[in-house]
């Protein structure tokens, strides 16, 4: 059998028994154990040759002669393979000292129980660029508090190792040492002991730091999984099977949804300052793992100007997230990067950080955390979405060219600092996610009919119950005909509601709009050749009050899309138009949504019912009877504003 042509630079960890898969592998060794057909070592040396890693040390001990067998030489592989058999286990490290005889001066290391999907080239290169003694490749996961977990500094380089199990009531960052590794040979014979068995990550990395050695973190939210159990392996497959080490490899560029912190994951405490004040909103955790589970980075944006005025550190800010890192830990959740503005422009606080009271281009609404996350992390920015609670996650959103989705918790958008509408609104984090994973892809497919036929159309209107998902709807058909003309424009009714004094419960839906200014202010730009200015007044929600709005210059070859529960009753308004489209809810659902959005706006329970009832008198029967006129129907059975 021939040998590799020189030194080899990957050593990969081979000798594991397996015994938590002897019930699916039986007598093969771990790295024998299959996904999809192949062994995972085999996974690994494809891996290792697609980046230009052809010379390969297998460090084996269990059954070595099965996977020999299967291996040969490596050249039918398109590799080399050098078999490092060790006569006595003695752990990760004693294994890898054996082998050093055998190694380059520098060289990958990779566990045999692990999956991965990985650039190799990238973390080797990051390694040449620190010059560090070792560099570990690190990602958060979802179960951090079984880890052993790293901590680094802002440098990126590595503090301290911490070991599970952790003390009781720890909490730190969720940085997990993944078991993939670029060392310099040089720098280890000095920290393996060689007269008894040792650990890479618990024994030697943490001596290589007593000596005062440099080692590197490399984060990245690529696939690396151990496999070496049943529930784990199963779950490796299935995860190839769904396309999530693909969708997380950065071969393309990635999905993202961008979090605020405070009032969007945490209850907003206003000033948050200490780690017990940190708090998750409730069904947050689950909302973060479901981005997770479907391979779209989960990527926190957050402004802290606590730093600035003084009331934080940024040692303590780092305590802060290990806490909120290890809440989501709680929910098999985790964040893929954080990022932070820790600036202020105002100055004048007793106990401030002059040399943080600056005016940044990190700090919300201006774009720069979102723009070093899309750079760092290989984000597409088309795919992506901005989800936050104030008007300066909204803004930063659409300036960073991102979908935005404003939640009703925290402040609820009502902040009033920047004049700006995001393109949907939902109830809390895990009605966007739902929303962004799920929700808005089924109703952009429910709407292709409707956007092919109205192509041509000046006039589009979208009418059904409140609560049926109406503004949701005309904003997808704007995003779906925008490529296609000139401009599109959505007016929602709800600006035209009558004051609240004039508009009491029973007296019926068309009674509470003021469809005359409407049509006033809509039909003679319908009839112009000319652009011409509306003001399109805003509706706010939560204090029911008609606000003045902003300009909007529609010109003749404009889409106009009118939305509301109105829009098919008024006859006028259904003579122009091209398309009416109804959107109808199951009551079960629409009574839910109703609910829900008047315990938002602080309804008592005994005010609430009777709006819900007077709601079920006047107007579902006669917005119902407005389908008739419909030339499109379509039934929303998801998340929808």
Not at 76 to 104: H, K, N, P, S
Not at 119 to 141: F, I, K, V, Y
Not at 224 to 247: F, H
Request: glycine share 8%; proline share 6%.
């Amino acid at each position: 059998m021939t040998q590799p042509s020189g030194p080899c630079t990957v050593a990969i960890l081979a000798g594991g028994m397996g015994t938590r898969l002897k019930v699916r592998t039986g007598n093969l060794p771990k790295p024998m154990a299959p996904i999809h057909g192949r062994p995972v070592l085999q996974h690994q040396i494809e891996l290792c040759r697609r980046h230009g890693f052809t010379r390969i040390a297998l460090l084996v001990h269990y059954e070595h002669e099965t996977i020999r067998a299967h291996f040969g030489d490596g050249s039918g592989f398109g590799v080399e393979l050098e078999y490092c058999v060790e006569g006595e286990a003695r752990g990760t490290a004693g294994a890898l000292v054996d082998a050093l005889g055998t190694m380059d001066s520098r060289f990958l290391v990779l566990y045999g129980d692990t999956y991965a999907d990985v650039d190799l080239s990238a973390l080797w290169r990051h390694h040449a660029d620190t010059g560090a003694a070792a560099t570990l490749l690190l990602h958060p996961n979802d179960h951090p508090h079984d880890s052993d977990l790293v901590e680094v500094d802002e440098l990126g380089r590595v503090l301290a190792v911490h070991a599970y199990p952790h003390p009781e009531g720890a909490a730190y960052r969720n940085l997990v040492n993944a078991a993939l590794y670029v060392m310099e040979r040089d720098a280890l014979p000095g920290v393996i002991p060689l007269d008894r068995k040792s650990d890479l990550a618990k024994h030697t990395f943490p001596a290589m730091l007593a000596q005062g050695l440099r080692l590197q973190a490399h984060v990245t939210p690529e696939y690396i999984k151990d496999m070496g159990t049943p529930e784990r392996l199963d779950k490796v497959e299935r995860d190839i099977t769904a396309g999530l080490p693909e969708r997380l490899s950065g071969r393309n560029p990635r999905m993202a949804v961008f979090l605020d912190r405070d009032g969007t994951l945490n209850v907003e405490v206003n000033h948050l300052a200490r780690p017990e004040q940190l708090q998750l909103i409730p069904g947050a955790g689950e909302a973060v793992r479901q981005l997770n589970r479907a391979g779209v980075l989960a990527v926190g944006v957050t402004n802290q100007p606590v730093v600035a005025r003084g009331d934080v550190t940024l040692a303590e800010l780092e305590r802060i997230h290990a806490t909120l890192d290890h809440q989501l830990g709680g929910s098999k959740a985790y964040l893929d990067r954080l990022y932070v503005c820790p600036h202020h422009p105002d100055k004048g606080f007793p106990g401030e950080v002059p040399e943080l009271k600056i005016d940044c281009e990190c700090r919300k609404p201006r774009t720069g955390l979102i723009d070093r996350a899309v750079r760092e992390l290989g984000i597409s920015r088309s795919r992506s979405w901005m989800v936050g609670d104030t008007t300066g996650d909204l803004m930063a959103g659409q300036r960073a060219g991102l979908r935005t989705v404003l939640v009703r918790t925290g402040h609820a958008g009502l902040d009033g600092k920047y004049d700006v509408e995001p393109d949907y609104v939902m109830p809390d984090l895990s009605a966007a996610v739902h929303w962004i994973l799920e929700g808005h892809a089924t109703m952009a497919r429910r709407l292709l009919p409707i956007s092919a036929d109205a192509s041509m159309a000046r006039l589009v209107l979208i009418g059904g119950p409140a609560r049926a998902g109406k503004s949701s709807a005309a904003r997808i058909l704007a995003e779906q005909l925008r490529d296609g003309r000139s401009a599109v424009h959505v007016l929602p009714l709800d600006g035209w509601l009558r004051a609240p004094s004039a508009r009491p419960e029973g007296v019926g839906v068309l009674e509470r709009y003021d469809m005359q200014a409407f049509k006033a202010a809509l039909f003679p730009l319908l009839r112009s050749s000319e652009r011409h200015v509306l003001q399109v007044p805003a509706y706010a929600r939560k204090s029911r009050e008609i606000l003045p709005g902003r300009p909007v210059s529609i010109g003749p070859d404009d889409l106009v899309i009118v939305e509301g529960v109105p829009a098919l009753m008024d006859d006028e308004l259904n003579a122009f138009a091209d398309l009416r489209v109804f959107l109808d809810v199951p009551d079960t659902e629409r009574r839910t949504r109703l609910t829900a959005d008047y315990a938002w706006r602080g309804e008592g329970d005994a005010g609430l019912q009777t709006r819900l009832d007077s709601r079920e008198r006047d107007e579902i029967p006669a917005v119902r009877a407005s389908a008739e006129r419909a030339t499109h129907h379509l039934s929303s059975t998801t998340s929808l504003s």
